[in-house]
């Protein structure tokens, strides 16, 4: 089992916070050939709803040095986890976590607004400092 992200615990507490009910720490899928693990799993009830909203969500960190290294690194894995989470569980829905300077930083720009709007990968902005998540981009 791979090692936790820098973040991981900060993430976690955070969505507890907000009333998530963490299922899966880490969430694994068995492809049979290889074993992918997504950092959290996780799940509310929405009122009115008799069916509760389910979620998976890998941290990224962007500690390294090359920030578009890992942006692409992270952008391949989520891609990869999303397909895998549609045939593992199909109504949970998959979130790429990032630290609030990041994404001010460098999700700013448009040929990073372009891929992430392009694959349709939904953010989950948290703040570092304030330890909570500050922001849900769907």
């Known amino acids: 089992m791979p090692a ?11 969505l507890e916070n907000e009333g998530w009910t ?12 290889v074993d992918f693990y997504i ?12 069916n509760g909203e389910k979620i998976a969500v890998e ?4 500690l390294s040095a090359s920030t578009i290294s890992e942006f692409h690194t992270a952008i ?35 040929f990073i607004q372009t891929v992430i709007r392009r694959n349709q990968i939904p953010l989950l902005v948290y703040n570092i400092e304030k330890q909570e998540i500050a922001q849900w981009i769907n």
Not at 39 to 50: H, M, P, Q, W
């Open 4 to 14: 936790k992200d820098a973040f991981h615990e900060l993430v976690r507490t955070a």
């Open 22 to 33: 963490i299922t899966h720490d880490p969430y694994h899928i068995d492809l049979g050939f």
């Open 39 to 50: 950092d959290l799993g996780a799940e509310r009830l929405i009122a009115a709803t008799k």
């Open 59 to 62: 941290i990224k960190t962007f």
């Open 76 to 110: 391949g894995q989520f891609i990869n986890y999303r397909i895998a989470l549609e045939e593992e569980e199909a109504d949970r829905r998959l979130y790429l976590a990032v630290p609030i300077d990041i994404y001010r930083r460098f999700f700013k720009y448009s």
